[in-house]
Every structure is written in structure tokens, then in C-alpha cells.
């Protein structure tokens, strides 16, 4: 009987232990955002070692970044920079979007099981892929090629670097996610919609395009927003085509840019003060801008699929 | 009709022509990696370090006996006097340099003395600079190889000082910190990960808190690299040069903002895997009179080992390629002391590192990521191979 007691207050004690564990990693996101917050508000309210406060209407809506030891000034305006991050990943989505979704169609619905498991197979290990070699490729291998085609158009061109070699990287970036989770949205449509779609006359690539994909809208529109949300937030990769532009915002292709995140890996070897604490400002801008588009996105989301469902 | 079946076609081509452009991307990244990075690929590349060192020394002695040709391949040089043979080679930083491609055990070379003290043996890998002769202009490296074999071979020349480098350039001080770094946060990740994996598969009521907790960890697997990179600059660099010898960025520090990125997938992919142990293997534990503590250990963790190693491989290919968030803890600089408590770039930063170099070194990234690849590669395979164990040996 003693035993029993013993044991149940084990489990007891085996719950407190275990829920302990839990609450501290639930705890990461607050102690993030915490620090975050709490050092990037640094430069608006501190004197700056006598640079004087950075204003921060300026900060969001300026077109210069101005080096603040550099240039003796607190003259940061990132606002281009949230400009340059929210254009080059929606062009990107432009790209990745019909490719990923097409390609999940055929790999769920189209071509016969044993090529879709090649297929599959192919996505899978662009998924692994890290995007760092992404970033090496777009560099070693694009940058030349848009040098080249910019150079046939008449456009003057930073060794290729700018909007279109991150625009390309991005959107070869969310290919294999979007591509993965659409066509597990895809393969998971009822089936009893598709034979209702070809008792009505319609043809398989009629049912594909018109009841499948419409009904998976769900899936593919999570996909999505779980797609921007990484482009949103690359860092490494964009910064090897961006080309660090300290002014903008640009929207020709082959300009040079500057988004959120490549000016965060700019300022990489201060150590201390504004242009150290000013990084951490543009990380609760890059979080902001991340929660914004994503509480957008689910919005429509919401919308989109009451309808039709 | 017709209209409609172009319509049809035209659609079912397009898709067609989508998935056959992803496989194409495929195929360009591995083109274009393994044809710009195979050349450097060697086993010397993985061992040497990335610091060139430079030496200047003369020979120890001057007896030295004869010595045979030991037929080298066409383009080296065989220098017949002191038993070397050497070579024109471009080094891993793209210089044209003279390298030792053999040296005789009993060569002059295998002893040389040191100006500032010490001797060293010349190793074939090393390269020679400049050879001073006593009362004879000096041969330089700059001049040419046919210049310094007919300087060496000349019987008239007597060696008054060498100068020697072993080259840099190597990634053995990248690939022991990205190992340095697996084990590390592993050993953070793994047990925090089971603990609160255990936690929501076995113990958590369905209530308010573990939906929050739960929401919480999700959220976090959404916030950028880069940002956790930042906390691992002003938060976990300071935490561990207080509680450890470190004194400034450190592979601790650099495991933990791992831990810390890695942490909702872990918790996910155990949660999961504790899930799918069948429902009627717990029953018949408690049946038998275990409580759930031992229920947990004994029945659910063993019996999720395999997505637990899922886990592992998962976590270990996500470190070899996370570069954004170390950059900041590790910085660039690559360094070939590789402590725990010394900063040293992983292999995705140090591509990063040569990536941003005045001009980039596109050649010696494409080999490190050579490396990353084939690692990722079998990681993934290995994942698809226990997960067909899986279901083959259990259920």
C-alpha cells in the first residue's frame, strides 16, 4: 500500500518535472522578444553617445541609412528596406507560386505513383538543401547571367547584383516548401469531389484545375504563408546577390537593394554602440513586418475559404 | 471538343513543364556545386589549416648521400642533389606555387634548421618561396619553376637560406567546429526536446495552459534565423563568458541559439513519435501495475527511439546548414585553434565568410558546400531508411 503511494506521487513529480521543461521552451519566445525589443529601443530613447536620439518617424519612413559612427548622424531610415523586403518577396512569390503548385499537381494527381515517388523524392531533398548553397549558386552562377542579359538590355549593372538576383534566389528558395505541403493539401481533397466533377462531364484537367486546386485552397494558401514567412526572414542567401544598397527603394530588376535582413548582416563587425543597437531596432521591425503579413495573409485566408466550402 | 482538349493538354503540359523545371533546378544547383567545387576536393583540404605559415631556415647539414630517381609523373621536377621533387600547382587560393611533391626520406630537406630556432621537416604539400645561395643571386618563386630547378641542380650553388610555406587555405578548423557544434547542441536540444515531448504526448491535460505552451513553441519555429542570431549576440555571449572561461564569442554560446532554433521541431517530431506508439502497449503497462513514469520510460521512449534518431538526423541537418544566426555568434574570421570555448565559424558561415570576400572565393565554397551536400544528402537518405524500418519491424 506504502509502495502505491510512493509510486502515484512519482508520476506526480514526473508531470511537475516534465511541464517545468515545457514552460521554459515555451518561455524562449517571450525571452526573444523581450531582448529584441527591449535593445532595439535603445537608439530612440538613449542619447547615443552624443549623436542624439534617432527619431523614430524617420526611422520608419526614411529612404537613406546613413551610418550613424560613420557619418557623425542618427539619420537611419529603413523604411526602404521594409519597401525592398515586401517587393522582392512578392515578385519571388510571383515565380514560386504557379511553379510549386503546377508541380504539385502533377506529382498528386497527374503522372502514375512510381514517377511521382521520383518526383517527390526530388522536392525532398531540395527541401534539405540549406540556404547558404542557394545563396552560393544565385551568386556564382546567376549573378553573371543577369550581368550579361542587363548588359544586352542597355542597363547599367553592379556585376549582376540587385533585385533580380534576389527575387530568383527567394522564389528557388520556397519552391520545395511550397511545392511539399500544396501537395499534401492536393492528394488529401475528397474523392468523392472529383468523381461528382466527372459525372458532371468534366475532364481530368478540368477537374484538376477547377475542383481539386479550389478545394485544396486551404493547404495551399497555409503553404504559402508558411513560404513568405521564411523569405520574410532569409538572411545569408539575400545578402550574397543583394548588393547592400544604402538608399532606395528600388524596383528595377537590375538595381542593387537592400532588405531588412542583408542590412542586419551589414553592420556584422560592430561590437558596441547605435550601429550595434540599431540591428536590433530592425529586428523588431523585420518581426513586425513577419506578424503583419502573416496575420494579413490569415485574414484573407479566412475569407478566401469560408467560400466555396 | 477540340478547343477543349488543347485547353486540356495545354494545362496538363504546363504542370509538366513546372515539375521538370524544380527537377532542373535540382540538377543546376548539384551542377553547378560539384563542377566548381570537385577540383579542390581533397583529403588534405579536410585536414590543413586555413592560416598559411610561413618559414625561413637553412640545411642542419651538409652531408647528404646520393639519391635516385623515383619516377615522379611528367610535369615534377626531380632534383637529383637533395632528393626533391617539385612541381608547379595552383595553391586552394588560386597562386601559381611551387610545391614539394616528393622528398626523400634521407633529402637535406628532411632537416632543416630554423632561423628562429627549432628545425622542421619539409613534407611533400609544402611550398617554396626563395632559396639564397652563398655569393650567387637568390631564386624566387616569382621567376619561374624551369629558374629555380636549374638554381637547385647547379652544382656551383651552395644554400645559404630557404623560405618555405604550408599552405592555408584548409577547412579542418570549419569541419571541427560544425562537429564541435552537432554534439553540442544535441546535448542541449535532444533531452530538452524529449522531456517536453513526453510532456504533451503523456502528461499534458487538454487545457488552457498546454494550448498556450503549446502555441507558444509553435510561434517561436516562425521567427527568423537572423533574429535568434541577434539574441545569441547580447544574450547568450554574455551568459556564457560569465559562467565559463570564454571571454568572447564561443561554440556554447552558438550551440545554444541552435538549441534554441531547433527546439520547436524537436519537441514536435518526439511528440509525434511518442504519438504513434500504439495506444494498447501503454494499456497493457499500466495493466501489469507500472505507473506512468515507468510506463514513459520503459514503454513509450523505446518504443519512439526510431523517430527520436528521425529526430536527430533532422536536427543535425538543419545545424550543418544554419548560417545567418551563427554568423553573429561566431563571426567570420576563421581561426585554426578549435576550442569550446573559442570562436570559430561552422562550414555554412565560413562559405558565407569566402562568399563575401573581396573578390569571393567561389571555388572553395563550392567545395565546402560539396561537403554540406553529401552530408545532407545522406542524412535524408538515412531518414527515409529508418522510417521504412519503422513501419516494417514494429507495427
Known amino acids: ?309 | 471538343m477540340n478547343k477543349r482538349r488543347f485547353k486540356d493538354s495545354t494545362f496538363n503540359v504546363m504542370t509538366f513543364i513546372s515539375i521538370i523545371s524544380v527537377t532542373f533546378l535540382l540538377g543546376m544547383i548539384f551542377w553547378f556545386v560539384f563542377s566548381q567545387g570537385i577540383g579542390l576536393l581533397n583529403f588534405r583540404l579536410l585536414t590543413s589549416d586555413n592560416q598559411a605559415v610561413n618559414y625561413v631556415g637553412a640545411f642542419s647539414s651538409d652531408n647528404y648521400p646520393e639519391f635516385m630517381d623515383p619516377s615522379l609523373e611528367s610535369d615534377v621536377h626531380f632534383i637529383e642533389r637533395y632528393g626533391i621533387g617539385i612541381a608547379e600547382r595552383r595553391d586552394l587560393a588560386g597562386n601559381t606555387v611551387i610545391e614539394f611533391v616528393y622528398v626523400d626520406p634521407d633529402s637535406p630537406f628532411t632537416d632543416i634548421a630554423l632561423l628562429n630556432g627549432g628545425s622542421l621537416s619539409v613534407t611533400s604539400g609544402m611550398t617554396l618561396n626563395r632559396v639564397a645561395f652563398i655569393e650567387r643571386p637568390a631564386a624566387q618563386r616569382s621567376q619561374g619553376i624551369m629558374n629555380m630547378v636549374s638554381a637547385l641542380s647547379d652544382e656551383g650553388n651552395t644554400i645559404r637560406e630557404l623560405s618555405f610555406t604550408r599552405p592555408g587555405g584548409g577547412i579542418r578548423a570549419s569541419l571541427v567546429s560544425t562537429l564541435y557544434l552537432i554534439g553540442l547542441t544535441l546535448v542541449i536540444v535532444l533531452p530538452f526536446g524529449i522531456m517536453s515531448g513526453l510532456y504533451f504526448s503523456e502528461f499534458a491535460k487538454n487545457n488552457r495552459l498546454t494550448r498556450i505552451t503549446r502555441n507558444f513553441i509553435e510561434m517561436l519555429s516562425g521567427i527568423p534565423s537572423i533574429v535568434f542570431g541577434l539574441i545569441g549576440l547580447s544574450v547568450l555571449i554574455p551568459f556564457t563568458v560569465r559562467t565559463t572561461p570564454a571571454t568572447g564569442g564561443n561554440l556554447i554560446a552558438g550551440a545554444l541559439t541552435l538549441s534554441a532554433i531547433l527546439l520547436p521541431i524537436v519537441i514536435r517530431t518526439t511528440e509525434e513519435g511518442f504519438n504513434n506508439v500504439p495506444r494498447p502497449y501503454r494499456e497493457a503497462s499500466l495493466a501489469l501495475g507500472a505507473n506512468r513514469t515507468q510506463t514513459s520510460l520503459f514503454i513509450v521512449i523505446p518504443g519512439a527511439l526510431s523517430s527520436i534518431l528521425t529526430t536527430t538526423f533532422l536536427a543535425i541537418g538543419r545545424i550543418i546548414g544554419e548560417s545567418a544566426a551563427l554568423i553573429f555568434v561566431l563571426g567570420t574570421a576563421v581561426r585554426d585553434r578549435v576550442g569550446v570555448f573559442d570562436r570559430s565559424p561552422s562550414l555554412a558561415v565560413h562559405i558565407w565568410a569566402l562568399m563575401t570576400r573581396e573578390p569571393p572565393n567561389i571555388e572553395l565554397a563550392s567545395t565546402i558546400a560539396v561537403i554540406i551536400l553529401i552530408v545532407v544528402l545522406i542524412l535524408n537518405l538515412s531518414i527515409k531508411l529508418l522510417v521504412r524500418l519503422l513501419h516494417r519491424g514494429r507495427y
Open chain 1, 1 to 309: 500500500m506504502k509502495n502505491n503511494v510512493i509510486m502515484s506521487n512519482l508520476d506526480k513529480h514526473t508531470q511537475r518535472l516534465l511541464l517545468l521543461f515545457s514552460l521554459f521552451a515555451s518561455s524562449v519566445i517571450i525571452l526573444i522578444v523581450f531582448f529584441i525589443v527591449t535593445r532595439g529601443m535603445l537608439p530612440f530613447i538613449t542619447d547615443n553617445d552624443g549623436l542624439g536620439r534617432v527619431s523614430l518617424f524617420r526611422f520608419l519612413t526614411g529612404t537613406v541609412w546613413l551610418r550613424g559612427a560613420t557619418f557623425v548622424s542618427t539619420a537611419y531610415g529603413a523604411g526602404f528596406l521594409v519597401i525592398n523586403t515586401l517587393y522582392v518577396v512578392f515578385l519571388s512569390l510571383l515565380i514560386s507560386f504557379p511553379i510549386s503548385i503546377l508541380s504539385a499537381l502533377f506529382i498528386a494527381k497527374i503522372c502514375p505513383p512510381r514517377i511521382a515517388q521520383m518526383f517527390r523524392m526530388v522536392v525532398e531533398i531540395l527541401t534539405a538543401i540549406p540556404s547558404i548553397i542557394f545563396g552560393l549558386v544565385g551568386a556564382g552562377f546567376l549573378l553573371p547571367i543577369i550581368y550579361t542579359l542587363a548588359t544586352t538590355l542597355g542597363y547599367r549593372s553592379n556585376a549582376g547584383l540587385g533585385v533580380l538576383g534576389v527575387v530568383i534566389v527567394l522564389a528557388l528558395m520556397s519552391i520545395p516548401t511550397l511545392t511539399t505541403i500544396s501537395e499534401t493539401a492536393i492528394r488529401s481533397v475528397d474523392r468523392s469531389l472529383e468523381e461528382a466533377s466527372y459525372a458532371l462531364g468534366a475532364t481530368r484537367a478540368q477537374t484538376n484545375a477547377k475542383v481539386v486546386l479550389i478545394s485544396a485552397k486551404g493547404g495551399i494558401f497555409a503553404a504559402t504563408i508558411l513560404a513568405v514567412g521564411r523569405a520574410l526572414g532569409e538572411a545569408t542567401a539575400v545578402s550574397l546577390v543583394a548588393g547592400n544598397a544604402m538608399s532606395g527603394p528600388s524596383f528595377i530588376p537590375f538595381d542593387i537593394t537592400a532588405t531588412l535582413t542583408s542590412m542586419m548582416l551589414m553592420g556584422l563587425h560592430e561590437t558596441s554602440g547605435i550601429d550595434y543597437d540599431i540591428r536590433f531596432s530592425l529586428g523588431i521591425v523585420l518581426l513586425a513586418v513577419i506578424f503583419i503579413v502573416n496575420v494579413t495573409l490569415n485574414f484573407i485566408k479566412k475569407r478566401v475559404g469560408d467560400f466555396g466550402e
